[in-house]
């Protein structure tokens, strides 16, 4: 690596002290990505993209931070694209600059660790059977501090008597009700759902409640 490309190498390595990381990815003698491997919460990884710690001139060295790209993916024939975020793995190396013919910076943020909702699907069915004296029923409700969530519920009543099934939903931006008589069958999509009750004005009611319930489940990826 030249001279100028060294010192490039360091302000870089300074500039990462004082403001945003800016990545970057070296080229070998023979013009291809170097790489280099690690592992994080025991899976290996192989990654080209770099933070410069520090620079060494009389040596001739650095100290590489290595960086992972999300979402991970594979280069192919060494063409880098798509990309969208690198993630800190707190892995470092250390390389000799001769081994080296440039590199090339990279203007994508760098983040100690990512917020990533899962969406997940349950199929929930219930029974029922009450009375109109009967108190409200809790059939479902979520204990989850942010609710994320969204869902349809279907109504069935099996019973054949005067009256109505009422089903109050509760979300975090209010109530919704939906009413129901003897053989009908009913269905509501509802978002952010905290709770679901049933109620009747009916002698006696049995049937089923169907909730085809997709919510978001948040987590953290870091590997520092």
């Not at 081994?99 to 929930?124: E, M, N, Q, R, W």
Request: aromatic share 8%; charged share 20%; net charge neutral.
């Amino acid at each position: 690596m030249s001279k100028w490309s060294e010192q490039s190498l360091k302000r870089i390595a300074n500039a990462n002290v004082l403001q945003s990381a800016i990545p970057i990815y070296l080229y070998t003698c023979n013009g291809k990505l170097f790489y280099a491997h690690g592992d994080v919460n025991n899976h290996v990884f192989k990654s080209p993209f770099f933070i410069v710690e520090s620079v060494d001139e009389k040596n001739h060295s650095a100290i590489l931070h290595i960086l992972l790209p999300y979402p991970l993916f594979v280069l192919e024939n060494d063409r880098i694209h798509s990309l969208q975020k690198f993630l800190r793995t707190g892995k470092f190396i250390k390389v000799d600059l001769h081994c080296f013919c440039g590199f090339s910076d990279i203007p994508i943020p760098v983040y100690d660790g990512i917020i990533v909702a899962d969406l997940i699907k349950d199929t929930i069915c219930i029974p029922y059977t009450m009375r109109k004296k009967d108190t409200p029923i809790i059939l479902w409700m979520t204990n989850e501090k942010n609710v994320m969530n969204s869902a349809t519920i279907s109504l069935d009543i099996t019973t054949k008597s005067e009256g109505e099934l009422m089903l109050n939903i509760f979300t975090k931006e209010g109530g919704v009700i939906s009413k129901a008589s003897a053989g009908e069958s009913k269905s509501i999509t509802v978002s952010n759902i905290i709770q679901i009750e049933l109620e009747t004005t009916m002698e006696s009611v049995t049937g089923t409640l169907e909730i085809q319930l997709n919510r978001k489940q948040e987590r953290k990826i870091t590997f520092v």
